[in-house]
Nanobody, 115 residues
Framework: QVQLVESGGGLVQPGGSLRLSCAVS????????MGWYRQAPGKQRELVAE???????NYADSVRGRFTISRDNAKNTVSLQMNSLKPEDTAVYFC?????????WGQGTQVTVSS
């Protein structure tokens, strides 16, 4: 069973930075896709960024140039560096892994951008 645990959320002022991390335990198969989604109150969950086991990345237009996704295949972790944060980035951020055995989600971590 694959389990995901996010960390690094919190309260930050507009223009600030946060780094989210996701630790993945259990059996990972290659190829796989790791990603970050977010869900704001009253809105649908949306893709923020994703990265394949080969290192290819994809970003939502709203975060491109501000957020950077990375992964450490040796440690089975995926991170999201978030810079120039805006109030509209406020949401619960979820880590997600897709591989041949299925799709797995973390519990989520709250990110609040407010002055």
């Amino acid at each position: 069973q694959v389990q995901l645990v996010e960390s690094g959320g919190g309260l930050v002022q507009p223009g600030g930075s946060l780094r989210l991390s996701c630790a993945v335990s259990g059996k990972l198969f290659s190829p796989n896709n790791m990603g970050w989604y977010r869900q704001a109150p009253g809105k649908q969950r949306e893709l923020v960024a994703e990265i394949t086991s080969g290192g290819s990345t994809n970003y939502a237009d709203s975060v491109r140039g501000r957020f950077t996704i990375s992964r450490d295949n040796a440690k089975n972790t995926v991170s999201l560096q978030m810079n120039s944060l805006k109030p509209e980035d406020t949401a619960v951020y979820f880590c997600r892994v897709i591989q041949i055995t299925g799709r797995y989600w973390g519990q989520g971590t709250q990110v609040t951008v407010s002055s």
